[in-house]
């Protein structure tokens, strides 16, 4: 059994590293991506998972993230290469997560906008008669 002397003792002796506060970090420095799509309680910055990842793990790597939360650890797998998996209990998390992570076809975001532009020339059209 650890005494408490020892763990204060050895927090004492314990250097700090200053770099890992990322405390020159802004929103949006941290809301990069797909992680600026919404707020969550107690979440990670991406830049914390990128370090981890690069100091852990290598290219190709398999990350496991057993608390999934919002995906901010997917989102930085995929982003590094390196393949992941998570878990949560919360469903609306999951959801976040799917949203976050799930690709979208380029060929259909540009058959939707080109509809759009559409919609938008015949609405501009017809405020113009009036």
């Avoid at 990128?50 to 982003?79: N, Q, W």
């Avoid at 690709?103 to 259909?108: E, H, L, Q, T």
């Amino acid at each position: 059994m650890i005494q408490t002397k020892s763990v204060i003792g050895l927090l004492h002796t314990t250097k700090i590293d200053p770099s890992w506060s990322f405390s020159d970090k802004t929103r949006k420095d941290t809301a990069y991506i797909t992680h600026g799509y919404h707020r969550y309680p107690a979440k990670f910055i991406p830049q914390i998972v990128s370090r981890l990842a690069e100091k852990y793990t290598r290219v190709g790597d398999f990350i496991v993230d057993p608390f999934g939360g919002c995906g901010t650890t997917l989102v930085e797998s995929k982003v590094m290469g390196r393949p992941s998996i998570a878990v949560d209990i919360n469903p609306v998390a999951v959801l976040i997560t799917k949203a976050k992570i799930t690709a979208i076809d380029p060929v259909k975001i540009e058959k939707e906008f080109i509809n759009f532009q559409k919609r938008l020339e015949t609405y501009n059209d017809k405020t113009r008669e009036k």
